[in-house]
């Protein structure tokens, strides 16, 4: 099996699954009970912040674990634009994740007004249109700090460093789900309130997420409840899960420069085999991450190549479809034209892959596209 599908989902790792496993058969208290399994609990819970905590650069205090990366969007977006007496404005960009479009979208319904930055033809956003979009009435800039389907790294820190001093009453939420465990993640720096990130893309289980809320920064909860996670995500902890990422956090921390390189070298040995093989495939924006390389076979519709791709055992992703079958909202911004998006095909790496990997998609391509050339 050759799976380079990685900004989908990942393998959880086995570190990983084995602390879930012994969490959900031997150390199964709730944290909030006072007896001693439930003081265990409470320590395994605990232990996993400070894992979390270290992978964000951030204080344990600050980290509250969510089901996913899509509630921790939801919970940052929701509060920081209902706090009341503020203003009516959010910004954000046109290539963000459903995650963040969609909830965006139902505010506007509300009565709230949305900025959509628009990529470059590369998939980058500008810092001088940030610029020009903030508004005295700007309660919330959200965006992602890299691109799930291209790749691309949007300039948090120039934008942190605008919106503060623009509209300092702003709050400024990053959607780093694609970015951890890839690229150094810098709340401070980036005068971060809110840091969005989900399990599943780091090898730990689905079904786990966590929201960094910046150390005074005061919002809502979107649920109530008892009072777990200090009132903002109430619900017994999901501690096998939560005991997993926070494992996996410490895993991809400490390899966190290794694997940037080994990655490197396969998307190096990717465009090589491109180059050499497929001169004629052309590059979907210009992927700042070596994990995301986003590319168009034109000719080739992008849902056939992937079938005869899976025959090979070989898994990628389209770049053209969404659940749906629409259009990917990210190649239109980027205003590709519809045989560029129509053949668009997504691989994604993790430092599992291997050269072989690489190879087995190479000659998959070969003969899936010549094959479709010929029909
Ligand atoms: N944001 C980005 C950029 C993503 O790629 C994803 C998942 O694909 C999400 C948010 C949602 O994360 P989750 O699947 O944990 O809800």
Redesign the pocket.
Known sequence: MHYLDH???TAVLPEAAAIACKVMTEQFGNPSSVHKMGIEASGILEHARKQVAAILNADPSEITFTS????A?NTAIFGACRRKGRGKHIITTAI??S??LNTVRHLEQEGFEVTYLQPDADGHISVDDLRAAIRPDTVLLTC?L???EVGTLLPVKEFGKILKKEAPNALFHI?A??GLARVPIKPKLWNADFI?V????IGAP?GI?ALYIKKGVRIQPLMLGGGQERGMRPGTEALPNIAAFGEACRLRLAQMDDNYTKVEALCAQLKEGIAARFPWAVYNGKSDMPHVVNLSFPGCKSEVLLRVLEMHDVYVSSGSACAKGKASHVLAAMKLDHTRIDSALRISFAPSNTPEDVEALLDALEEGTKRLKRE
């Open positions: 900004a989908a989902t996913c990366g899509t509630e969007t963000e994740h995650a963040t992602m890299a691109n799930n959607d789900v694609q969005s989900s399990g599943h893309k689905k997420g």
